[in-house]
Every structure is written in C-alpha cells, then in structure tokens.
C-alpha cells in the first residue's frame, strides 16, 4: 500500500482557509486518496475521497496534484470545530477491507 | 443523515471477564468492521465482516476475539477474557461495499476501560 506522509501539526485562522497537505509519491494509478478526521477520540468522520480529478463536497475540496504524488484537502472557512486529526489515507482498488490510519495531521484553528 | 450507533460509550470491566460490545450498523450497509485505538495510539483496524463471516482479520484479532450479527440490525465484538491491554476505544464502520470508491462509517465508540 502506498504510504502517506502528513505534516504532525498545523494551526489557521477561524474564518480562514485551512490547506492540509498530503506526500503518497508512490501512489498506483488505481488506488484513491481518502480523508477522515477526528474529534478529539470521537469515530473517524469520513469527509472526501478521489482518485484523480479534484472534488468538492460540502465539507471540504480534495486537489489532487496531476502526478497524484501529493494532495490537498482544503477547509474554505474554518471554524473552532474544525480543530481534529486528519488522517490522509491511500486505498488500493479492491481494497479488501481495511484502512491504514497513519499519524495524521492536527489542525488547531485558533479565535 | 444515517449514522453507526454503538452502545455502550464506556465499559468498565474486570481483567478476565467477558465483554461484548454492540454497534447498529447503517441500515442499507452490507460490510461491517470493528478498529480499537489505545489511548495516545493510532487507530488499527481490528477485523471486517461480512454474509455472516469474517472477510479479513489482523494479527491483533486474536481467539480471544469475536464477531456476530446476531440479527437483521446489530454486530457485536466479544472478548472472551479480557487483559489489561485491551483497554482502548473501540470503533464500528459500515459501509455499502468494499471497493475503494466505498467510504466507511464510523460510531463514536466505545471506551473500555480493563481493570
């Protein structure tokens, strides 16, 4: 499976935008870039997924780079409830069954 | 919008009792998989199901473990002796298939707490 690699910390602005970065350089055509967050020890909380074309759904907007090396999830206006792990996960088509939780990404958005 | 349910939000049990915990899948879901996350760790997946058996399973998912549906709505995780190491949160996931373009759904868990 491919690997991802996620800066451990980040902070933004409440109201501003909120871009998380993901590396999966050695992503395979058919595998799909996913992101979960969660809420302090909440459930993961599925927020988007794509495998090359950017998406936007009413939580967030996935870029994915041309190459598919990298993407970016992005927050239009974050708010203090914003503040989770993110988790960038790269699954394989005919995944099986399982998701691999790295580290992830702690956004704090601050007043 | 239709969410995983899970029942009980802490359990406190004994070392060497027997647990089960229960999950509600969403309804028109077909795949169901149970993940733990210990205090400060990440999160592992633990085991998947689904037509009434166990699709894919970890190392961690050991005979001390186990899964059933025991009816049309709910899944259940049973530790048959319990050990201090299983103290974590435990986290059910639907989902409508197994394909990658298939997001899985999580509960809020259940703490379970060994002592």
């Known amino acids: 499976d491919a690997k991802t690699t996620q800066p451990p910390s980040m902070d933004c602005a409440e109201g501003r935008a909120a871009n998380l970065p993901c590396n999966h350089s050695t992503i395979s055509g058919n595998e799909y870039v996913y992101w979960y967050r969660q809420i302090h020890s909440q459930g993961p909380q599925y927020i988007i997924h794509g495998l090359k074309n950017n998406e936007t759904n009413e939580m967030a907007s996935l870029i994915i780079t041309e190459d598919r090396k990298s993407s970016t999830l992005i927050l239009p206006h974050a708010t203090l409830r914003d503040t989770a792990v993110y988790y960038c996960?790269?699954?394989?088509?005919?995944?099986?069954?399982?998701?691999?939780f790295g580290g992830g990404t702690r956004l704090m958005v601050k007043p | 919008e239709p969410e995983v349910t899970q029942t009980p939000s802490h359990q406190v049990t004994q070392m060497g009792q027997e647990v089960i915990l229960r999950c509600v899948p969403i309804s028109n879901h077909l795949y169901f998989y149970w993940y733990r996350q210990i205090l400060g760790q990440k999160v592992e997946f633990l085991v998947s199901f689904y037509n009434n058996e166990i699709s894919e399973k970890s190392e961690i998912f050991d005979d001390q473990f186990s899964v059933e549906r025991p009816d049309g709505s709910n899944f259940t995780l049973k530790i048959r002796s319990t050990k201090l190491e299983d103290s974590a949160m435990y986290f059910c996931?639907?989902?409508?298939?197994?394909?990658?373009?298939?997001?899985?759904?999580f509960g809020d868990g259940t703490r379970l707490s060994i002592l």
């Open positions: 996931a639907s989902s409508d298939g197994t394909f990658s373009n298939q997001p899985q759904h």
């Open positions: 996960i790269v699954r394989p088509y005919n995944a099986g069954n399982m998701l691999t």
